[in-house]
């Protein structure tokens, strides 16, 4: 099975800041690699998919990269709806898997 | 307007059964798998399996096979999740999500969630 580690679990970062999250996996996945943004309460949003690509109708602030066994999400200006938890997820092999989660606080 | 909406919550006994649904609409049901991931409290995504709506064949992540049974009903356009002994560590949120059947494979609409309470 392929293991997804985010780096890091938590963060913490004032309105304006560029955030990086990054996202390894075990083995090579190519760039199956897609973002999801989780609030309390709520289910998962699709940001990014493969690796880079932005889902419609999210803002242009959040972009992805990397290929292979290393990713990032970043959020260039981060904005107050932005508190989240993060997770990476590979979409190359089954079974599929998610990283851990960054839980992202704004200060 | 794409939806899956999922049944409501549920609070069962250990050794209860339980079925769990997810409804799709505002889209071609068959053109898209639908996926299970569970969420315990407090705790991160955990992907469970899929089941192709188009003949009902699923596949299960190895942690959860053997536990729970995954089906379709493409003429209701419904997908649904079942446990035939509930367990307390089954307490959890259950999501549906689809995912397209041509690569890249991700997750583009999810339900609401289903949160399933096993106690005695």
């Known amino acids: 099975d392929i293991q997804m580690t985010q780096s890091p679990s938590s963060l913490s970062a004032s309105v304006g800041d560029r955030v990086s999250i990054t996202c390894r996996a075990s083995?090579?996945?190519?760039?199956?690699l897609n973002w999801y943004q989780q609030k309390p309460g709520k289910a998962p949003k699709l940001l990014i998919y493969a690796a880079s690509s932005l889902q419609s109708g999210v803002p242009s602030r959040f972009s992805g990269s990397g290929s292979g066994t290393d990713f990032t999400l970043t959020i260039s200006s981060l904005q107050p709806e932005d508190s989240a938890t993060y997770y990476c997820?590979?979409?190359?092999?089954?079974?599929?898997?998610f990283g851990q989660g960054t839980k992202l606080e704004i200060k | 307007e794409v939806q899956l909406v999922q049944s409501g919550a549920e609070v069962k006994k250990p050794g209860e059964s339980l079925r769990i649904s997810c409804k799709g609409s505002g889209y071609s049901f068959t053109s898209y798998w639908i996926n299970w991931v569970r969420q315990m409290p407090g705790k991160g995504l955990e992907w469970m399996g899929r089941i192709n709506p188009n003949d009902s064949y699923p596949n299960y992540s190895p942690s959860f096979q053997g536990h729970v049974t995954m089906s379709a009903d493409r003429s209701i356009s419904t997908a649904s999740l079942q446990w035939s002994s509930l367990k307390p560590s089954d307490t959890a949120i259950y999501y549906c999500?689809?995912?397209?059947?041509?690569?890249?494979?991700?997750?583009?609409?999810w339900g609401q969630g289903t949160l399933v309470t096993v106690s005695s």
């Open positions: 997820q590979q979409s190359y092999r089954m079974p599929r898997s």
């Open positions: 083995q090579s996945i190519s760039t199956y």
């Open positions: 999500a689809r995912v397209i059947t041509t690569r890249p494979y991700h997750f583009d609409y």
